[in-house]
């Protein structure tokens, strides 16, 4: 039977289930990447799992997210990450580096390879070819460890890419368009594959661009095929030994076919506070625009930055403006070091930031109040830059060099009308330095894991109950994001620290919610969480799932609740439950009383009759859990279950 490259991955690696979509399968990995913020407690779980090495074919530990060294905090974490990775047979990419998913496109991604990594942006490996899925640090340190990694098998989406991009117009306003037609909800269970004529035309890190915000779509991940300009990137880096051929075969089927012609794309921005509120360029210009920043894992390679210099050079940026830069990798840093381009850069009065993930995670340039801010990364959710009144847009990085100049909103073809479009080749040989890849010795070697004070163990969690009765702890409304539920910025060093991470629970949202739900706890009540739509959309920080478990919550209800949060949700014994009737959410309000009675039993069926003492209600909700996934909420997570059958083995 005809396949589409999707098919034909996952079916290479499937060890579990049938290839039925909708239905629960168990894959082989064979590549993980972890980064600082998230790869602490992956590899505290991967130790409490008691596995005595890594048994994939490479596992990567990146820092690039915690770098703002304010105290011991995040130093003492890279130390702990630096000798458990030789300890365990994990590379140990250290600080200055570079970000996570450019590097790994760079130096270890391969096509046809399975990539599984404790970061949403993951799926930037799909443009090399791979299946690179984003997921909890837990599901990470089983997978690292030799286990399968679990997913319902996809529906896949063409996109059918037809043409050629205009000049102005990039890779960021083909995802941009993509979001607009399928929004940034609804998506869960899905894959979408790119193809037709036009994907010939775009090189592999525009490719990467355009993957990587699949995580904003909501779909499980994204890929391209791997062809010659493939094969051309791979030699570039050295690495043209891991390349391998992958292609839908021509009869292949789809659940839908959306037909994208790149020759019709205008320059696009995702306006505030979501990357599905697109507009094009050309409608909102004008705005005054007080930052620009341009790099972040989506638009940092070495194409990117030499079409930003391009733009700039001979140059100056609008006297209003503060223009950062921040490349991808130290790769691309020391290239357009070495050719000039980024004394263009500066020259026209940037600022040059670390190679890390810095402003778009909110840990560094935070905007005035007020201000627009001009972003080429991928996410610009409300408050995520550490400023609540700033209004951010996503744009490409020629539009970003264009407003930089303009000082203003402006559709990047017409204010650069008068210039040729520069033309960027891509390099025959790229420079390749692994100095600061620290790789694990290849005979076991006795090594002492550095663990300092803010390092600590994963937190226990009870078996769930046989009957639930809880509080409403707070609700919440549509599109809560994991960065609304644990803030990253400055609170990011405390990650290795449930009980002091804990405290900023819902922060923005209710200061008051961390004391008041550990007071429930202490009680004997089960804190309970209310929400409306796509509840977890965004990062995949299982501390929004880790935190809340610690302060007593049993059970999330919402309307509707994203792929990797729900899986979190599971994986620390909390159950992620969806209201029947959506309308039933308006009947819930915070400090409610609810019961249900025999949970188990409900789990079970799959549906859960919620009373509400409050209010004398009662409300069916679903819970829509594999026979797996019901085995680890009901032992109270997965490193219980875990720990229970080693036991019993």
């Known amino acids: 039977m005809p396949k589409n490259i999707v098919q034909k991955i996952l079916d290479d690696h499937l060890v579990e289930g049938q290839p039925v979509a909708g239905l629960e399968v168990g894959i082989k990995i064979d590549q993980t990447l972890t980064q600082d913020a998230t790869g602490t407690m992956a590899y505290l779980q991967f130790e409490a799992l008691g596995f005595e090495k890594v048994k994939t074919e490479v596992s990567v530990s990146y820092v690039d997210h915690n770098t703002i060294q304010d105290g011991f905090e995040n130093a003492d974490d890279h130390k702990y990450l630096e000798t458990v990775a030789q300890k365990y047979g994990i590379c140990f990419s250290r600080p200055g580096n570079g970000i996570c998913h450019q590097l790994h496109l760079e130096r270890f991604g391969c096509p046809g390879k399975t990539l599984l990594g404790s970061d949403s942006h993951t799926p930037t490996g799909g443009g090399l070819g791979m299946i690179a899925v984003g997921a909890g640090g837990l599901d990470v340190a089983v997978a690292m460890g030799g286990g399968p990694f679990y997913l319902s098998y996809p529906k896949v989406i063409k996109i059918d890419l037809q043409g050629k991009l205009s000049p102005w117009v990039s890779a960021k306003d083909v995802v941009l368009k993509v979001l607009e037609i399928l929004s940034t909800k609804g998506n869960v269970g899905v894959v979408v594959e790119y193809g037709g004529k036009g994907v010939e035309t775009l090189s592999v890190p525009e490719r990467a661009t355009i993957a990587n915000m699949g995580a904003e779509l909501g779909v499980t991940t994204s890929v391209f095929p791997s062809d010659n300009l493939t094969r051309a990137f791979l030699k570039a880096q050295g690495r043209d030994g891991c390349f391998k051929p992958v292609a839908a075969d021509d009869d292949a089927s789809y659940d839908r076919i959306i037909h994208v012609d790149l020759s019709a794309l205008e320059p696009l921005a995702a306006t505030p506070h979501s990357p599905g509120n697109v507009k094009r360029l050309a409608e909102i210009a004008g705005t005054k625009v007080q930052q620009v920043c341009i790099g972040s894992c989506t638009n940092s390679s070495y194409r990117d930055l030499m079409l930003v210099a391009g733009i700039l050079r001979g140059k100056k940026i609008a006297p209003h403006v503060s223009l950062a830069l921040a490349c991808g990798s130290r790769q691309v840093l020391e290239m357009i070091g070495r050719n000039g381009a980024l004394a263009d850069i500066i020259s026209a009065g940037a600022r040059v930031m670390e190679n890390a993930c810095g402003f778009c995670i909110g840990n560094s340039l935070a905007p005035a109040t007020g201000s627009v801010s001009v972003r080429t990364n991928n996410r610009n959710f409300f408050g995520r830059t550490g400023t609540e009144s700033a209004q951010v847009f996503l744009v490409s990085p020629e539009a970003a060099a264009a407003c930089a100049l303009a000082g203003e909103l402006v559709d990047p073809a017409k204010f650069l009308s008068g210039q040729k479009y520069p033309v960027v080749d891509m390099p025959d040989k790229f420079l390749i330095d692994d100095s600061l890849i620290v790789r694990p010795p290849e005979k076991t070697a006795k090594v002492e894991i550095v663990r300092g004070p803010n390092i600590g163990a994963p937190p226990s969690n009870d078996e769930y109950p046989m009957a639930l009765s809880g509080v409403v702890a707070i609700c919440l409304k549509d599109k809560v994001t994991t960065d609304d539920i644990m803030p990253a910025g400055s609170r990011m060093k405390y990650r290795s620290n449930i009980p002091k991470y804990a405290e900023f629970v819902f922060e923005r949202e209710d200061k ?127 490193i219980n279950l875990t720990r229970s059958r080693t036991k019993a083995g």
């Open 512 to 638: 008051t919610f961390p004391s008041r739900a550990m007071e429930n706890k202490k009680k004997g009540l089960h804190n309970i969480i209310v929400a409306g739509e796509s509840y977890g959309q965004g990062s995949s920080r299982e501390h929004a799932a880790i935190c809340p478990m610690y302060l007593g919550v049993k059970m999330v209800v919402a309307k509707s609740i994203e792929r990797i949060h729900k899986a979190n949700l599971v994986n620390f014994g909390i159950v992620p439950a969806l209201f029947a009737n959506p309308a039933d959410y308006e009947s819930i309000k915070q400090g409610d009383l609810l019961e249900v009675k025999d949970a188990y039993t409900g789990i079970e069926k799959g549906e859960l009759s919620l009373a509400n003492s409050s209010t004398g209600a009662v409300i069916v909700l679903k819970v829509d859990l594999s026979e797996r996934q019901k085995q680890i909420v009901l032992a109270g997570g997965l």
